[in-house]
Antibody
Framework: QVQLQESGPGLVKPSQTLSLTCTVSGASISSGGYYCSWIRQHPGKGLEWIGYIYYSGTTYYNPSLKSRATISLDTSKNHFSLKLTSVTAADTAMYFC?????????????WGRGTLVTVSS | ESVLTQSPGTLSLSPGERATLSCRASQSISSIFLAWYQQKPGQAPRLLIYGASNRATGIPDRFSGSGSGTDFTLTISRLEPEDFAVYYCQQYGSSLWTFGQGTKVESK
């Protein structure tokens, strides 16, 4: 059974870099079977897709983040990571990692439980 | 960029009743690019429907999806207590994955 688990600091200071990791168990992210994504949800609000990475290293980001997001992969640890630079209070949100099947990368079939990140001094 | 608008914002129903949720896209999309999710408080969203009408693994058959073009519907035939939650539609289009703002199904 494939499972995703987010981890990282729950509190980040304004202007600093938010760093989160998603550890995948039950499947290998280097198999080419999945696109690995990050999605966030502002408190009490809807969902915003941040970006994805494929096992080849190909990445794609939501332009709304204005190049502040970087997603990377560590196949030896079977995890992928998100870095978001120059954070502000507007980046306070629940951050989810999620996967899309490579054969059907139009929807997110599996999600982690999420991790809350608060941006505050 | 196509925008998804869900209606109503909140649906107040009783267990056993039928729920009909709407998702309208500002531009026509292929049905394969439309999905529905359920989110309960404090939990991650769960995939219910993909390709507009295909139930995901383990999803009860009281959930069904339909629609095409710009108008899509999620129907819950008979609400069970565990179905009270927020439901989101999601599309893929123009190299972006975007979500509707959600419909909350609450117990009357």
């Amino acid at each position: 059974q494939v499972q995703l688990q987010e981890s990282g600091p729950g509190l980040v200071k304004p202007s600093q870099t938010l760093s989160l990791t998603c550890t995948v168990s039950g499947a290998s992210i280097s198999s080419g079977g999945y696109y690995c994504s990050w999605i966030r949800q502002h408190p009490g609000k809807g969902l915003e897709w941040i970006g994805y990475i494929y096992y080849s290293g190909t990445t794609y980001y939501n332009p709304s983040l204005k190049s502040r997001a970087t997603i990377s992969l560590d196949t030896s640890k079977n995890h992928f990571s998100l870095k978001l630079t120059s954070v502000t209070a507007a980046d306070t949100a629940m951050y989810f990692c999620a996967t899309m099947l490579a054969t059907n990368r139009w929807y997110f079939d599996l999600w982690g439980r999420g991790t809350l990140v608060t941006v505050s001094s | 960029e196509s925008v998804l608008t869900q209606s109503p914002g909140t649906l107040s129903l009783s267990p056993g009743e039928r729920a009909t949720l709407s998702c309208r896209a500002s531009q026509s999309i292929s049905s394969i690019f439309l999905a529905w999710y359920q989110q309960k408080p404090g939990q991650a969203p769960r995939l219910l429907i993909y390709g507009a009408s295909n139930r995901a693994t383990g999803i009860p058959d009281r959930f069904s999806g339909s629609g095409s073009g710009t108008d899509f519907t999620l129907t819950i035939s008979r609400l069970e207590p565990e179905d009270f939650a927020v439901y989101y539609c999601q599309q893929y289009g123009s190299s972006l994955w975007t979500f509707g703002q959600g419909t909350k199904v609450e117990s009357k």
